[in-house]
């Protein structure tokens, strides 16, 4: 079957960094997506990877092995703003998003 | 341009009820999906379409279904609804299925089935 492992809930401090991980089975792969998520809102797109390797954007940076069947996530420079929740999403032989349950971010002042 | 949006952003249901969710895309998108988030679990998909006229069951029908008359319009529908149904519905549109090209969401409809 088709699973998506990400830890429920992590806690980290203004400024800091941190590291989401995501661990995925699934049938197929056409690449891998992170989409954050705030309270009460619709998830917005932050990265793709499709190759092994680091994508960087800004503060946010992607990482994917797919030998490994693992990708995560990383933070700089939290902001409070970054308190949401993170979705891992792999995308499967049918090119349909298998969705991870999302890993709560709380940033601490 | 707008985006996603949906109509409405909230309901309240009594069970047994029918109700349509309306979704609308301006952005020319061919693939459309509907999605509903419990908490604690994933973004599970009801229903999507590959383009105007063209509907397919996700992994979670069941209880749903869908009409996709316009290419900008998807709408979802609850024929008998149930507690059950309870959720938080999004709607999504990207402009092909793979590669690059992520899924756009709209705000969100929060049902609520007594």
């Known amino acids: 079957g088709q699973n998506i492992d990400q830890p429920t809930e992590m806690t980290a401090t203004e400024g800091a960094i941190v590291q989401i991980n995501c661990t995925y089975q699934t049938s197929g792969f056409n690449g891998l997506f992170w989409y954050q998520q705030h309270a009460g809102e619709a998830p917005t797109f932050l990265s793709y990877?499709?190759l092994d390797g680091l994508e960087e954007k800004g503060r946010f940076s992607s990482f994917l092995s797919r030998s490994k069947g693992y990708s995560y996530l990383l933070l700089k420079e939290l902001q409070m703003k970054d308190s949401a929740s993170y979705l891992c999403?792999?995308?499967?032989?049918?090119?349909?998003?298998?969705w991870g349950a999302g890993t709560k971010l709380i940033i601490k002042p | 341009n707008a985006g996603v949006t949906q109509t409405p952003k909230f309901r309240v249901l009594k069970t047994g009820q029918s109700m349509t969710l309306l979704c609308a895309q301006d952005m020319n998108h061919e693939y459309m999906y509907w999605y509903r988030q419990d908490p604690g679990m994933g973004l599970r998909l009801i229903h999507y379409s590959v383009g105007e006229g063209t509907t397919a069951k996700g992994e979670f029908p069941d209880g749903y279904n869908v009409s996709r008359l316009k290419k900008q319009n998807f709408l979802l529908g609850l024929e008998s609804a149930a507690p059950s149904q309870t959720s938080v519905y999004f709607c999504a549109s990207s402009p092909l299925a793979g590669g690059p090209d992520t899924q756009y969401f709209g705000p969100g409809t929060r049902l609520t089935v007594l």
């Open positions: 990877n499709v």
């Open positions: 999403a792999p995308m499967d032989s049918n090119y349909q998003l298998i």
